[in-house]
């Protein structure tokens, strides 16, 4: 019998194959999630390099919130993210929720990155 951890990590490697196939070169937003945190970075997957990042165990990210948890966390990361991302000159990425189901937080980080401005 397979423990959590486990399904976890088919669920995240069985998502990312299906990614592969149709990045066509786009770059990676991947989504990392806890019960009290989450975090998110682009990812170019052929240089190896991460482009952009935010979290809500940043200083000021924390200091803005009263809780990490939430929903309202998850917007303010996608937002920050966004504008970093933007910085650094990315427009289109493809969305890599691991093995996450996208919806809570994880759809409420998305949301707020599509109005950033990020398409994908």
Do not use: Y
């Amino acid at each position: 019998m397979l423990t959590s951890r486990e399904k976890h990590l088919r669920r995240a490697q069985r998502n990312r194959s299906k990614l592969r196939k149709s990045m066509e070169g786009k770059l990676r937003l991947s989504v990392a999630r806890s019960g009290k945190n989450i975090s998110a970075q682009i990812i170019d997957d052929e240089k190896g390099i991460t482009l952009a990042s935010a979290s809500t165990l940043e200083k000021d990210v924390r200091a803005e919130l009263t809780s990490t948890g939430t929903i309202e966390a998850a917007q303010k990361v996608g937002n920050l993210l966004a504008q970093r991302a933007q910085k650094a000159g990315v427009e289109d990425v493809v969305f890599d929720r691991g093995g996450f189901v996208f919806h809570g937080r994880v759809k409420a980080l998305a949301d707020a990155a599509r109005e950033g401005g990020l398409k994908f």
